[in-house]
């Protein structure tokens, strides 16, 4: 029965912690509705377009990071593969690594590794 009770009364303090979280967030906005009619319609005007401003920089500078994300991937993968290389020639190195063993390591196409590199390219240049 105790614990019966104890789950009862949970349950109505977590629905009291939400209409006490509602009722601040509609304090909150009640209140902003009045700072709003007070200032008047051209000082309403100011405070959207500022705060429209704040919203497009933000929204720029995601954009801009997600971008930098991109490219820093795309240059880590050629790394990758280079490192990836590299280490197997270093394992397989008994004496000078030829030509040979660099062409059995990568597994790409000449035609694919000229389209990566002019992307890479481009993406420079546009950066």
């Not at 009291?16 to 009722?23: C, H, M, T």
């Not at 997600?66 to 590299?86: D, N, P, R, S, V």
């Amino acid at each position: 029965e105790k614990e019966i009770w104890n789950r009862e009364r949970l349950s109505l303090q977590k629905s009291l912690k939400q209409a006490n979280a509602e009722l601040s967030k509609l304090r909150a906005e009640l209140r902003s509705e009045t700072f709003l009619r007070e200032l008047g319609s051209d000082t309403e005007n100011a405070v959207l377009r500022r705060i429209y401003g704040k919203y497009l920089r933000a929204e720029s500078f995601r954009k801009a990071l997600i971008y930098q994300k991109k490219y820093l991937l795309l240059l880590l993968g050629g790394f990758q593969e280079c490192e990836e290389a590299t280490l197997a020639l270093i394992a397989r190195m008994g004496g000078q690594p030829s030509y040979t063993d660099l062409e059995i390591i990568t597994h790409h196409s000449k035609g694919f590794t000229r389209f990566r590199s002019a992307v890479r390219v481009s993406i420079a240049i546009s950066r």
